[in-house]
């Protein structure tokens, strides 16, 4: 493949997290990816090679832990160690607190050694746990029901009163699945957990690369969709969100879900509209560069549509990104903090979000548009005078209701 991307170290490669609870099935998913073409890099490996004998590390954990928790040959006594982290938390966490920095930056040193096309997954144990997931263009969750768990940590040895009580003690479900942009079930056969790689892989992974080192945004297809509200838009907003946060950090005045897969009850088509109010306008050239190293790339220089019409084009400037995931297509709307569209956007959402009964007529206009329409694009355009028609009402409702 050709070297599209500017950077190579860390900033072009896909970057994918991978993690699950134990008995999920991690390894074999980890082994399917890597017959694919994946690079993998386990973090499990590197937390034994970071405290192998004669590392700064394993000389680290000896000068808090004391030479009792040594083997004969210089190395960790995983015995010793296992013994005393199970029985005080507190020894858990300084031993983490160890561990757990050398294993990010021997990661990321790999992670930047990778090929400018690379898919390289990192296998974490606990990503979600320590608040990795933003870190990665991608996390995928490989998930199994319970009694699947227990049968496959009992085929490693352990009764299943033991394997019942591990899974007990890892962090819920729920809290992987928060951060999972993709779950694997591995309560199948082996059959059927390949078919599920193969499909992410040639579907999601593999233009998922491609689009981020060529810097291509997803568009949103002509062909119209609408769907009823989805509970999983606001988990994506979410994870959209925390990347964006990393990358901007303070030059983000603040950000928001925007649009109708931001209101509750509303249909939609599946894209996340995500609104940056950035402090100054020359922060929308500023921040180009980073949000496409990181999977965002400019889709168009424009304008908002002014309201009132007569009002100074020059006001309503804003600079759309695009999201590079094609399993999750998203909008990066750029606005200046002074930007009247900026603020519209807000009070349009939160109003519908409040009166049920305006969103339910504007529902019945995007269910007549869409009816209409021959594609997206015109659907687009049909709807613009709608909302700007319904905007002295969100005015009066912002005035009387103490919005903002």
């Not at 004391?66 to 938390?89: I, K, T």
């Not at 694009?377 to 700007?388: F, G, H």
Request: charged share 25%; net charge negative; hydrophobic share 45%.
């Amino acid at each position: 493949m050709g070297d599209v991307c500017p950077k190579v170290d860390n900033g072009c490669m896909l970057r994918v997290g991978l993690t699950g609870g134990i008995g999920a099935g991690k390894s074999t998913v980890t082994a399917l990816l890597a017959e694919r073409g994946a690079v993998i890099v386990d973090s499990d490996v590197l937390a034994r090679e970071v405290i192998a004998p004669g590392t700064p590390g394993i000389g680290a954990v000896s000068d808090v832990f004391g030479a009792d928790v040594l083997g004969a040959d210089g190395g960790l006594d995983r015995a010793a160690m296992a013994r005393l982290v199970f029985a005080d938390p507190e020894a858990r966490r300084r031993l983490e607190g160890i561990i757990h920095p050398l294993v990010r930056a021997e990661a990321e040193r790999r992670f930047a050694t990778a090929p400018s096309d690379a898919i390289v997954v990192n296998d974490v144990p606990l990503l979600a746990e320590v608040g990795l997931a933003p870190t990665f263009d991608l996390v995928i969750v490989v998930a199994a029901d319970q009694p699947t768990r227990v049968a496959r940590l009992a085929g490693r040895g352990m009764n299943a009163e033991d394997a019942a009580a591990r899974i007990a003690a890892q962090a819920p479900d729920a809290v992987r699945d928060a951060v999972a942009d993709a779950i694997i079930d591995n309560s199948g056969g082996p059959v059927e957990l390949e078919t599920a790689v193969e499909r992410l892989w040639m579907e999601r992974l593999l233009p998922f690369e491609h689009n981020k080192r060529h810097r291509t945004p997803v568009k949103r297809p002509e062909e119209l969709a609408l769907v009823e509200y989805q509970p999983t838009w606001a988990a994506a907003y979410r994870r959209i969100e925390a990347r964006l946060l990393r990358v901007l950090d303070d030059r983000a005045v603040r950000i928001d879900h925007i649009g109708s897969t931001s209101v509750p009850g509303l249909l939609g088509k599946d894209v996340i509209d995500v609104q940056v109010i950035l402090s100054e306008a020359s922060d929308l050239l500023d921040v180009a560069e980073p949000l496409a190293d990181n999977g965002f790339p400019l889709s168009s220089d424009t304008a908002d549509t002014p309201f009132p019409a007569d009002d100074d084009p020059a006001r309503w400037r804003k600079r759309l990104h695009g999201g590079t995931d094609p399993g999750q297509i998203c909008h990066i709307h750029l606005r200046p903090a002074a930007s009247p569209a900026a603020r519209l956007s807000l009070l349009f959402r939160d109003w519908l979000r409040t009166d049920a009964a305006v969103r339910e007529r504007y529902a019945d206009a995007k269910r007549r548009l869409a009816a209409e329409a021959p594609n997206a694009s015109a659907y687009a355009a049909a709807k613009e005078p709608i909302v700007s028609e319904m905007l002295p009402a969100a005015e009066h409702w912002a005035a009387t209701s103490g919005w903002g």
